[in-house]
């Protein structure tokens, strides 16, 4: 079964899409306050690496795949600056940005409820 174009090209919005927000979540989470500065530091140091001439491909030795190598850790620092924010405060900005039905792609679900450990002992009387 082949695919069509035009669900390709949907693909290529969708990624797109997703990227853009991605990036839009990145800044706003950036500038606010509340993020530790050590999280901070990690999409400064996927520009740094970005900007450094020193490489894991080589542009020159691998012409194409030394690029690649550069936006793969530049998108790798920007997912894991999500990902390191505290998840409140990237839930906070999502809804922000996209209203309550966007839900973070990137985090379980948060469930509220109330526990208790049962040992093996209490258990058997039961």
Same mark, same amino acid.
């Given at each position: ?27 706003? #989470?950036?500038? /606010?306050?509340?993020? !530790? @500065? ?5 999409? %400064?140091?996927? *520009?740094?690496?970005? =900007?450094?001439?020193?490489? #894991?491909?080589? /542009?020159?030795?691998? !012409? @194409? ?5 550069? %936006?793969?850790? *530049?998108?790798?620092? =920007? ?48």
């Amino acid at each position: 079964m082949s695919k069509s174009p035009s669900s390709d090209l949907y693909e290529t919005a969708g990624f797109l899409g997703g990227l853009f927000k991605q990036i839009r979540l990145a800044w706003r #989470l950036y500038k /606010d306050g509340r993020v !530790p @500065g050590w999280v901070k530091l990690i999409p %400064v140091a996927g *520009l740094f690496y970005l =900007l450094s001439p020193i490489d #894991l491909l080589p /542009d020159l030795m691998l !012409p @194409g795949l030394g690029e690649v190598d550069d %936006v793969v850790m *530049l998108l790798l620092a =920007l997912k894991m600056f999500v990902d390191f924010s505290p998840s409140g405060i990237v839930r906070e900005h999502l809804h922000d940005l996209y209203g309550a039905k966007e839900a973070p792609s990137n985090q379980a679900p948060y469930i509220d409820a109330p526990y208790r450990v049962i040992d093996d002992e209490e258990q058997r009387k039961e």
